[in-house]
T-cell receptor, first 111, second 110 residues
Framework: QQQVKQSPQSLIVQKGGIPIINCAYE??????FPWYQQFPGKGPALLIA?????SEKKEGRFTISFNKSAKQFSLHIMDSQPGDSATYFC??????????FGKGTRLHILP | DVKVTQSSRYLVKRTGEKVFLECVQD?????MFWYRQDPGLGLRLIYF???????EKGDIPEGYSVSREKKERFSLILESASTNQTSMYLC?????????FGPGTRLTVT
């Protein structure tokens, strides 16, 4: 019940396309859903996060869509660029508890 | 800017050696974490600490121990390194929701 399931494991998209990464969770007590971005040779860094009281959050070209009833959330990258090529992790947590990470998606944007 | 630093970027050790991985954060964060990252397995939590001298086991603590004598420093110890501990090790700190990660230490055990 503590798992966060992430798909796909890898994704290749043409420049300008809209990659979509999906995550699902089971624990309805989770109340914070962040996405982390990791470039090669670097540690992950927070990209965008959402709480379950809203269904969508946008920051620049990045959007989280959240479906509370389905216990799913997804990351969309509009007008994707080669510089967006990275590994993306979804995650979930409740209160001050530890963060549970998905297994990651390696995204490659073709120029 | 929050900064989390790790003592080494790359480390090569022999089987059976005792290995110390050091992590220091400069933002006075209460919480610190050690993860290992392996292809296809994502980030797996080894140990975490919510305060000085406190430690909690994560999902994969076997073969590891930790030390937190000062608030800013969290050390991961491999008591007797084994080849299956070859991995990328990531340290993180947090005060509220967001975790700040260090650049990682790529450890190879031969």
């Amino acid at each position: 019940q503590q798992q966060v399931k992430q798909s796909p494991q890898s994704l290749i998209v043409q420049k300008g396309g809209i990659p979509i990464i999906n995550c699902a969770y089971e624990n309805t007590a989770f109340d914070y859903f962040p996405w982390y971005q990791q470039f090669p040779g670097k540690g992950p860094a927070l990209l965008i996060a959402i709480r379950p009281d809203v269904s969508e959050k946008k920051e620049g070209r990045f959007t989280i869509s959240f479906n509370k009833s389905a216990k799913q959330f997804s990351l969309h990258i509009m007008d994707s660029q080669p510089g967006d090529s990275a590994t993306y992790f979804c995650a979930a947590s409740k209160g001050d508890d530890k963060i549970i990470f998905g297994k990651g998606t390696r995204l490659h944007i073709l120029p | 800017d929050v900064k989390v630093t790790q003592s080494s970027r790359y480390l090569v050790k022999r089987t059976g050696e005792k290995v110390f991985l050091e992590c220091v954060q400069d933002m006075d964060h209460e919480n610190m974490f050690w993860y290992r990252q392996d292809p296809g397995l994502g980030l797996r939590l080894i140990y975490f600490s919510y305060d000085v001298k406190m430690k909690e086991k994560g999902d994969i603590p076997e073969g590891y121990s930790v030390s937190r004598e000062k608030k800013e420093r969290f050390s991961l110890i491999l008591e007797s390194a084994s080849t299956n501990q070859t991995s990328m090790y990531l340290c993180a700190s947090s005060s509220l929701d967001e975790q700040y990660f260090g650049p990682g230490t790529r450890l190879t055990v031969t």
